[in-house]
């Protein structure tokens, strides 16, 4: 199927879910995203600054850009002025980047705390008692323009649904905790992004808001980086 096809089939099965579609377009190319855009689809993530800020340049200006990617603290600069939402909040030092270079350029960021739930050994990622402290810090009060707008994880890549399941609803049990301890005033911690082509389902059913699906729409990645030139 084409990309246009992909996006309406995704969208008509999200949409009766509620659920929110992150297209990810990293390593494909702006035609591409281009098809998805004519399709109706608005909001794509990248993994990589460099990507997101070429493809930023030179495609249309309402598309919301979203990272999901690790983001090192020097390169939050580059994204700034127009990233729409940060999924991979990992540390409150990058946060209090984020939140200077959002000030630079007079706006308030969304973020997402990425939290840790798969069984494997991956760099990226805040253990509940991180996220509670980072939380709870006066370092964090004084941040005014990040909103912390919900949480991200990834399940671990396997075969058992029963496992990814579970993760799924440990993130969700522990968001409902967050939400109700640290953000009962304000609505705006309501976003849970969880689940990917291989597990968006599982993840829906556990009461994920936001699915952040790439291949299901563009078909698998053949090469590591898209660039400009
Ligand atoms: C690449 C990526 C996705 C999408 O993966 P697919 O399996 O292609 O749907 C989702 N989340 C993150 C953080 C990614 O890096």
Redesign the pocket.
Known sequence: MSVSENIKKIKTELDTAGVELIA?S?TKTPAEIMEAYEAGQRIF?E?QVQEMADKYEVLPKDIEWHL??HLQSNKVKYIAPFVSMI??VDSLKLLQEINRQALKNNRVIDCLLQVYIADEDTKYGLDHAETIELLRSEEFQELKNVRIAGLMG?ATNTDSELIISEEFKDLAVFFAGLKQSFFRKDDGFSELSMG???DYRLAIAQGSTMV?????IFGE?VIKHWRAN
Do not use: A
């Not at 952040?212 to 299901?216: A, F, K, M, N, P």
């Open positions: 990810i990293k993530g993994n999901v990617g999924h991979s990834i990917m082509s291989s952040r699906i790439g291949s299901t990645r």
